[in-house]
């Protein structure tokens, strides 16, 4: 069996449609919603515990609260910016209680762990360094900018800060970004 | 271009972004990023009766819902537990059985298109359709279409999968 089953179709309706026809007790949008936004749900879980046990437990119950929401949920933005703070509470609730006894960073998003990785790009692993050397504060907002495609308006609304905040987070993260020798190479255009 | 030297901030942000090569830096954040980590069928499929039995509620008036529409959320774990049990078990049964080949099968409702996992045709997916399946893989007699998984084949996960279905709905219907 494949490890990663494939969306059974793909529905042609936008979110909104999908979420309109959810209110109306529509299971194939649901289905459809859930198999659109599944693996982004268990990638940032992932990366913000490391954990597939837990990004599994965190894709469960964060679309039991989406389900929960029905009928009667709105779509006032980007799904993923309803899906970003609750799969960060639930993935890092998750990861305290797993990791009660160990002091962990309980806010910064994480990276994958390359040290014990034989990937031979090492430049993977430089880049993982450069990363690991932001603060947590500005790590996430690069993530949140740069793999999740959120706007700063976005970003803001997702960890609810002022965008000036934002904007600040990433002019620091972004300028020492271009003065790290393995990042610095981004910023050559 | 020294942004510590700038008085606008806003301005120093666009200059860095003017610098940036943004779409290398996503790419390769991308890759680093991408946990490889996938949810198993069963995942799925929990989470999607889950969710089925919820949004069945709001289709029916609520004077028809009952309390037990309202089922506590168990674990994908603990749900597929279960059902890899129960599909062993069916399996077991199957094998042992010297009266399987004799159940006769249901009579299908006319004008009722039956549901993928509705092996048996009778309406309802429920743990008859699991063993009927698994009969049928047993035999091998005929062309299998129950695919449900979508792996190419018609084995033993398929009949997990209905099984699995089958414990998450309350009272076992479709």
Known sequence: ?189 | MTPQTNPNPDQDLEQLLAELDAQSLSADLAKLTQSHIFAPPHVDTHILATAADHLQTIQRPASSATSTDAHPIFSWKFSAAISAAAAAAITILVLLSPFSNNISPQIPVANIQPLPEDINEDGSVDILDAFTLARQIRNSTQSLTADLNNDGSVDNADVELITQRAVSLSGGGA
Request: hydrophobic share 35%; aromatic share 8%.
């Open chain 1, 1 to 189: 069996m494949s490890p990663h089953s494939p969306a059974p179709h793909s529905d042609p309706r936008d979110d909104n449609g999908l979420v309109d026809a959810i209110n109306r007790g529509d299971i194939e949008a649901f289905n459809a919603l859930y198999y659109r936004y599944r693996d982004w749900v268990v990638n940032l879980a992932h990366r913000l515990t490391n954990d597939r046990e837990i990004a599994l437990d965190t894709l469960q119950e964060t679309f039991a609260y989406v389900h929960s929401k029905f009928p009667g949920f709105e779509l006032r933005a980007k799904f993923t910016t309803f899906l970003y703070p609750v799969v960060k509470h639930l993935a890092i609730a998750k990861r305290k209680k797993a990791s009660r006894h160990q002091s962990l960073d309980d806010t910064a998003p994480d990276i994958p762990d390359h040290s014990s990785s034989t990937d031979p790009d090492s430049q993977r692993e430089q880049l993982a360094q450069a990363l690991t050397s932001l603060s947590k504060d500005h790590r996430e907002v690069i993530l949140l900018r740069f793999v999740d495609g959120f706007k700063v308006d976005e970003i803001a609304s997702v960890l609810k800060i002022p965008s000036g905040t934002v904007k600040s987070r990433l002019h620091h993260a972004l300028n020492q970004l271009r003065n790290d020798p393995v990042t610095k190479k981004y910023f050559n255009r």
